[in-house]
């Protein structure tokens, strides 16, 4: 198996890029799929929904 793999898919999913700075960072496991706190601006980043799942649909039909 490849347990190298699933780490890099697991930061990537991790990964998220502040609005306001633009400036990348990892967050922990544990807030995933919570808002975090810029670590530059200190600006909230909220969670990215963008690494694969793909349960949820948007409600209101956003095209
Ligand atoms: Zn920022």
Do not use: H, W
């Not at 780490?7 to 990964?15: A, C, N, P, S, Y």
């Not at 975090?36 to 209101?60: H, L, T, W």
Request: glycine share 4%; charged share 25%; with cysteine.
């Amino acid at each position: 198996m490849f347990p190298f793999y699933a780490v890099i898919k697991t930061i990537i999913g991790l990964k998220r890029i502040c609005p306001e700075c633009n400036k990348a960072q990892v967050v922990k496991p544990s807030q995933k799929r919570v808002s975090v706190p810029c670590r530059f601006c200190e600006a909230m980043i909220p969670a990215s929904e963008s690494e694969g799942d793909k349960n949820q649909e948007y409600p209101d039909g956003t095209e």
